[in-house]
Protein backbone atom coordinates (compact mmCIF):
# COMPACT_ATOMS: atom_id res chain seq x y z
CA UNK A 1 0.00 0.00 0.00
CA UNK A 2 1.72 3.59 -1.52
CA UNK A 3 2.50 5.59 1.74
CA UNK A 4 0.44 8.82 0.95
CA UNK A 5 2.18 12.32 1.72
CA UNK A 6 1.24 14.21 4.82
CA UNK A 7 -1.11 17.46 3.64
CA UNK A 8 0.39 20.95 4.92
CA UNK A 9 -1.32 24.13 5.85
CA UNK A 10 -4.26 25.02 3.27
CA UNK A 11 -4.57 21.81 2.04
CA UNK A 12 -1.04 21.70 0.10
CA UNK A 13 0.76 18.74 -0.44
CA UNK A 14 4.70 18.94 0.57
CA UNK A 15 7.41 18.06 -2.53
CA UNK A 16 7.58 14.75 -3.76
CA UNK A 17 11.25 14.53 -2.50
CA UNK A 18 10.79 16.03 1.19
CA UNK A 19 8.19 13.16 1.93
CA UNK A 20 11.02 11.07 0.90
CA UNK A 21 13.86 12.28 3.31
CA UNK A 22 15.22 10.09 5.93
CA UNK A 23 15.01 11.69 9.94
CA UNK A 24 17.92 13.39 11.53
CA UNK A 25 20.50 10.48 12.66
CA UNK A 26 19.85 10.38 16.29
CA UNK A 27 23.04 11.51 18.60
CA UNK A 28 25.93 8.56 18.14
CA UNK A 29 25.78 6.05 20.60
CA UNK A 30 28.29 4.59 22.78
CA UNK A 31 29.95 1.59 21.53
CA UNK A 32 29.83 -1.37 23.45
CA UNK A 33 33.89 -0.70 23.80
CA UNK A 34 32.94 2.84 24.97
CA UNK A 35 30.42 1.49 27.75
CA UNK A 36 33.18 -0.82 29.41
CA UNK A 37 35.85 2.06 29.79
CA UNK A 38 37.13 3.57 32.65
CA UNK A 39 36.83 7.37 32.25
CA UNK A 40 39.91 8.59 30.27
CA UNK A 41 40.49 11.70 33.12
CA UNK A 42 40.31 9.60 36.09
CA UNK A 43 42.98 7.10 34.73
CA UNK A 44 45.34 9.68 33.38
CA UNK A 45 45.29 11.62 36.66
CA UNK A 46 45.91 8.18 38.55
CA UNK A 47 48.94 7.82 36.56
CA UNK A 48 50.11 10.86 36.49
CA UNK A 49 49.95 11.45 40.62
CA UNK A 50 51.64 8.14 40.49
CA UNK A 51 54.60 8.69 38.03
CA UNK A 52 54.75 12.21 39.64
CA UNK A 53 55.41 10.71 43.20
CA UNK A 54 57.80 7.95 41.74
CA UNK A 55 60.00 10.03 39.77
CA UNK A 56 60.48 12.11 43.03
CA UNK A 57 57.85 14.49 43.72
CA UNK A 58 54.32 16.11 43.33
CA UNK A 59 55.89 18.55 41.27
CA UNK A 60 57.76 16.50 38.51
CA UNK A 61 56.10 16.72 34.87
CA UNK A 62 55.85 13.12 33.63
CA UNK A 63 54.93 12.93 30.21
CA UNK A 64 52.18 9.90 29.26
CA UNK A 65 51.88 8.65 25.76
CA UNK A 66 48.65 7.89 23.96
CA UNK A 67 48.93 4.51 23.75
CA UNK A 68 50.63 3.99 26.98
CA UNK A 69 47.62 5.62 28.63
CA UNK A 70 45.12 3.32 26.61
CA UNK A 71 46.72 0.23 28.20
CA UNK A 72 46.75 1.42 31.38
CA UNK A 73 43.03 2.12 31.31
CA UNK A 74 42.71 -1.52 29.48
CA UNK A 75 45.01 -3.47 32.15
CA UNK A 76 43.06 -1.74 34.83
CA UNK A 77 39.79 -2.36 33.44
CA UNK A 78 40.51 -6.18 33.17
CA UNK A 79 41.92 -6.07 36.69
CA UNK A 80 38.75 -5.01 37.78
CA UNK A 81 36.62 -7.49 35.59
CA UNK A 82 38.57 -10.18 37.41
CA UNK A 83 38.99 -9.11 40.75
CA UNK A 84 34.73 -8.88 40.72
CA UNK A 85 34.33 -12.22 39.39
CA UNK A 86 36.65 -13.31 41.85
CA UNK A 87 34.49 -11.15 44.67
CA UNK A 88 31.59 -13.00 43.17
CA UNK A 89 32.63 -16.02 43.15
CA UNK A 90 33.69 -15.74 47.47
CA UNK A 91 30.06 -14.02 47.74
CA UNK A 92 28.41 -17.29 46.05
CA UNK A 93 30.17 -19.18 48.23
CA UNK A 94 28.69 -17.86 51.07
CA UNK A 95 25.65 -18.43 49.47
CA UNK A 96 25.06 -14.56 49.25
CA UNK A 97 24.32 -12.86 46.30
CA UNK A 98 25.33 -9.41 47.49
CA UNK A 99 29.43 -8.85 47.10
CA UNK A 100 30.67 -7.06 50.20
CA UNK A 101 33.97 -6.06 51.05
CA UNK A 102 34.77 -8.70 52.75
CA UNK A 103 34.04 -10.54 49.70
CA UNK A 104 37.08 -7.92 47.58
CA UNK A 105 39.70 -8.31 49.93
CA UNK A 106 39.00 -12.28 50.09
CA UNK A 107 39.36 -12.05 46.20
CA UNK A 108 42.46 -10.23 46.19
CA UNK A 109 44.28 -12.82 48.66
CA UNK A 110 42.69 -15.53 46.38
CA UNK A 111 44.35 -13.58 43.44
CA UNK A 112 47.89 -13.26 44.85
CA UNK A 113 47.82 -9.77 45.94
CA UNK A 114 47.78 -9.37 49.98
CA UNK A 115 49.82 -6.49 49.36
CA UNK A 116 46.94 -4.62 48.39
CA UNK A 117 44.94 -5.71 51.42
CA UNK A 118 46.04 -3.77 54.09
CA UNK A 119 45.85 -0.19 52.12
CA UNK A 120 42.47 -1.12 50.87
CA UNK A 121 41.43 -1.83 54.64
CA UNK A 122 42.69 1.26 55.47
CA UNK A 123 41.21 3.30 53.02
CA UNK A 124 38.03 1.49 53.43
CA UNK A 125 37.82 2.86 57.40
CA UNK A 126 38.84 6.09 56.01
CA UNK A 127 35.88 6.15 53.84
CA UNK A 128 33.54 4.70 56.27
CA UNK A 129 34.51 7.21 58.78
CA UNK A 130 33.75 10.00 56.35
CA UNK A 131 30.27 8.46 55.52
CA UNK A 132 29.44 7.95 58.98
CA UNK A 133 30.27 11.92 60.01
CA UNK A 134 28.38 12.88 57.14
CA UNK A 135 25.47 10.90 57.93
CA UNK A 136 25.42 11.86 61.34
CA UNK A 137 25.55 15.44 60.61
CA UNK A 138 23.13 15.06 57.63
CA UNK A 139 20.54 13.24 60.56
CA UNK A 140 21.40 16.57 62.87
CA UNK A 141 20.21 18.58 59.81
CA UNK A 142 16.91 16.67 59.17
CA UNK A 143 16.20 16.06 63.34
CA UNK A 144 16.82 20.24 63.43
CA UNK A 145 14.11 20.28 60.58
CA UNK A 146 11.27 18.63 61.90
CA UNK A 147 11.97 20.29 65.44
CA UNK A 148 11.51 23.60 63.60
CA UNK A 149 8.52 22.44 61.47
CA UNK A 150 6.54 21.05 64.45
CA UNK A 151 7.67 24.55 66.48
CA UNK A 152 5.95 26.41 63.77
CA UNK A 153 3.13 24.68 62.94
CA UNK A 154 0.49 25.21 65.83
CA UNK A 155 -2.02 22.24 66.67
CA UNK A 156 -4.65 23.16 64.04
CA UNK A 157 -8.95 23.63 65.92
CA UNK A 158 -10.20 21.02 63.57
CA UNK A 159 -14.06 20.81 63.14
CA UNK A 160 -15.04 18.14 64.59
CA UNK A 161 -18.81 17.03 65.30
CA UNK A 162 -18.24 16.24 68.69
CA UNK A 163 -16.70 19.68 69.58
CA UNK A 164 -19.73 21.19 67.90
CA UNK A 165 -21.86 18.70 69.93
CA UNK A 166 -20.26 19.82 73.01
CA UNK A 167 -20.68 23.87 72.20
CA UNK A 168 -24.38 22.82 71.30
CA UNK A 169 -25.24 21.80 74.42
CA UNK A 170 -23.95 24.82 76.93
Excluded: W
Excluded at 104 to 118: N, S
Excluded at 149 to 160: A, H, I, M, S, V
Amino acid sequence: MPRKAAKTKEGERPPADAAQEEPAPAPAALTEAEVGELPRAIVRRLVKEKLAHVAGGDGAEVIVNKDAMAAFAESARIFIHYLSATANDMCKESKRQTINADDVLKALDEMEFPEFVEPLKTSLQEFRNKNADKRSEANKKQKEKRRKLNEETPPQKGNDPADDAKENED
